[in-house]
């Protein structure tokens, strides 16, 4: 039978956290070996009232390592057969767990899985995205994506209904083989928070694993539910993140023009 470990890094989230834990709690899984809470030096208290449970673990660190190293330092105590890094602003439905390594384990090719994810009024969120690229960042930078949204990166065309492979699902709900994970050596630590899970993504994609979205299986995602109170600083990562993307994936032509069609964006705003 496969076992499953679940990661979650957590900063300053507020009551989110508890709401997440309740809800694994209450899934519909034997194979639940351990939930790993790693803290990025938290300053709120969403660490106080957890619900109490001997398969919860609680990693503190005494410093804010980052997305994609707060994900690694708590797989690395994983010896599961699945490992799925979790956002603290997520709530799951009670078969979602049990479901998603039954499908995993009849679909071999995939190494990757997504699931729909609703918002706080229960809409579906368009959640998933194709590999950046130089055309699709310059058609964004000149606002061809909003009359033409099939030419960004995020999926926005597509209304996430039915279940298909894709480039790159949410990394809200990244659902993994954990021999992948380690095969990979886990995310790229050097993206501090956002695009470490296309990254991942783009690498396993080039060992031939498969990204999949599947609309069957369901939770909940309030989306930027710890970092709306400083999004200037969620914008600044957001573009650090996607320019050292480039100069990891492109060469070096295209990556100097890559940071070019920022400075037009921002000269059009």
Known sequence: MSSLDIVIVNWN???YLRECLISILEAET???????????????????????????KIKRKNSNLGFAKGCNYGAFFSSSDFILFLNPDTKLCRNTLQ????????????????????????????????FCS?????FHSLGITKFFPALGMP?????????????????????TRND??????????????????????????QLGWKSYFNSDLKGYHTGGGTTDSIKATRLFYSLKSRIQYSFKNFN??????????????FICI
């Open 99 to 130: 479901r998603s390594l039954d499908f995993m384990n009849t679909n071999e090719d995939i190494g990757i899985l997504g699931i729909q994810l609703l918002n706080d009024n229960s809409e579906i969120t368009k959640s998933c995205s194709r």
């Open 155 to 175: 999926m926005e065309e597509w209304d996430h209904k039915e279940s298909k492979e894709v480039d790159q699902v949410i990394g809200a709900y990244f659902f």
């Open 252 to 265: 070096k032509l295209k990556s100097f023009t890559f940071i070019r069609s920022f400075k037009i964006f």
């Open 13 to 15: 989230s507020g009551p």
């Open 134 to 138: 130089l055309s699709r960042t310059a």
């Open 30 to 56: 034997s194979c639940l070996n351990n939930v790993f809470v790693v803290d990025n030096n938290s300053d709120d208290e969403s660490l106080t009232g957890l619900p109490p449970s001997d398969i919860i």
């Open 180 to 205: 992948l994970f380690k095969k990979l050596k886990g995310f790229d630590e050097r993206f501090f928070v956002f695009y470490e899970e296309m990254d991942f993504a783009f690498r396993a994609k």
